[in-house]
């Protein structure tokens, strides 16, 4: 329950930057949280699980997809500079 709550403010946070509403500067902000969630290992296995029972079951929109979007491009704008 507490990494649905975590994962769903995180969600929460990158819907706002994928509708504009936050910079990906502002971003920047959560940016040590978002990659040590994303990076996770058993944060990685609950994804998963997550994606195997969308496929499995068809239940849509649980997997927290904005919020992995922006931890990926988190991880490649920090290589990138």
């Not at 994962?7 to 936050?22: P, Q, V, W």
């Not at 040590?32 to 849509?60: C, M, P, S, W």
């Not at 649980?62 to 919020?67: L, R, Y």
């Amino acid at each position: 329950r507490q990494l649905d709550r975590l994962l769903s403010y995180f969600e929460k946070i990158a819907a706002l930057y994928s509708m504009g509403t936050i910079t990906a500067e502002d971003l920047e902000l959560v940016r040590y949280d978002f990659q040590r969630a994303h990076e996770n290992t058993e944060v990685q296995k609950y994804l998963l699980v997550l994606d195997q029972n969308e496929n499995r079951l068809g239940i849509t929109g649980g997997n927290f997809p904005q919020f992995r979007r922006a931890a990926r491009e988190l991880h490649q704008r920090r290589r990138g500079f």
